[in-house]
């Protein structure tokens, strides 16, 4: 190992990621590495968009969200031939490790790289869906969570004032983490999520018990959904019931931005400085994950085979204090 490693960010973006490839940044200049930065994700390595990192390059970062290295989503690089163009900019560099922080297509690409080529990757977990297998926590799900959790407080000020149902649609494609548990802390009637099935009766059937007495309803809905997403639910729900009064908000990418919360930038850090300590042992091919608030290791090849959802007990969890019922 020559010490040469690069950091990428890939795909969704997520508030903690700056916090993320400041650690690894400092962690690695600390323990006589040469940190390179890379630009706009995979697409920024296939075309070289590669510098070298200095400690004052991340210095004012942490508290910003989104990443300043940038990112992207690359088809290009779901092919073997954009693998090598980004393996072949490595090696001009003489660069063989490379630390991506991102989600599941993110790690399912860096995995690809180093099974093709000599180059060893260190995945950390950034997606905001808190949705990868071997890790309790993903930088940017605390974050989104609160600014989800702060819309829908609002929401329900105006909801309770006008007597009204609200749907409302927060990210989550194939995992209902964010849904649920904003369900939870907002005191939603309903989470509408793309683990269960046929959960529009679930909407009907407090619907149909709701009466004046009820200021507002909350109905939070997964875009993901086996439902459809939070227009399609809420009308068909409202020919169903045409005399309620139903309003739409999509929250939509205002979940990504923001100022990383604390525990993001704490989780972050530490991510970014085991990520360092596993090149330093020489471990290949995994990903940093949290378990029981401390840095674990877990093989890429198994994050990216394996699905992490939100369990039928989790749900019925959630329904024994009423979230989900009248």
């Known amino acids: 190992m020559n010490r040469k490693t690069g950091i990428l960010t890939s795909g969704g973006d997520a508030p903690g990621m700056n916090a993320a490839i400041r650690a690894v940044t400092r962690a690695g200049i600390n323990n006589g590495f040469e940190m390179f930065g890379v630009r706009k994700g995979y697409t920024g390595l296939m075309a070289g968009d590669i510098f070298r990192l200095e400690p004052l390059d991340v210095s004012g970062v942490i508290q910003n969200g989104g990443t300043f290295l940038q990112t992207s989503r690359s088809e290009e690089f779901r092919t073997v031939a954009g693998r090598r163009r980004a393996y072949e900019q490595l090696h001009e560099r003489g660069i063989d490790s490379l630390v991506v922080i991102g989600g599941d297509g993110s790690f399912t690409g860096a995995n690809l790289l180093s099974m093709e080529t000599d180059i060893n990757v260190i995945g950390i977990p950034g997606t905001i869906d808190n949705d990868l297998y071997g890790t309790d926590y993903t930088i940017g799900y605390d974050t989104a969570l609160n600014t989800v959790v702060q819309a829908i407080d609002k929401i329900k000020d105006t909801a309770n ?64 959904s086996k439902e459809g997403d939070a227009r399609t639910v809420s009308e068909q729900i409202q020919k169903d019931f045409p ?45 940093i994950g949290w378990k029981n608030e401390q840095p674990v290791h877990v093989p890429l090849s198994k994050v990216v085979k394996m699905n992490k959802q939100v369990s039928h007990e989790e749900v019925l969890c959630a329904e024994s204090i009423g979230t989900f019922q009248n």
Do not use: W
Request: proline fraction near 2%; include cysteine; hydrophobic fraction near 40%.
């Open 161 to 224: 004032s006008h007597n009204r149902v609200f749907f409302i649609e927060v990210m989550g494609r194939d995992a209902g983490f964010i849904a649920m548990n904003s369900c939870v802390a907002c005191g939603a009637e309903v989470a509408v999520i793309p683990e269960e099935d046929n959960q529009l009766e679930k909407v009907r059937k407090h619907l149909s018990t709701r009466d004046d007495k009820n200021r507002s309803t909350i109905i939070i809905v997964a875009e993901g």
């Open 243 to 287: 005399n309620i009064d139903i309003r739409l908000s999509i929250l939509g990418h205002m979940q990504r931005g923001g100022s990383p919360s604390a525990k993001d930038r704490i989780v972050a850090s530490y991510m970014g400085i085991a990520a360092i300590q596993a090149l330093l042992d020489n471990q290949k091919s995994i990903m």
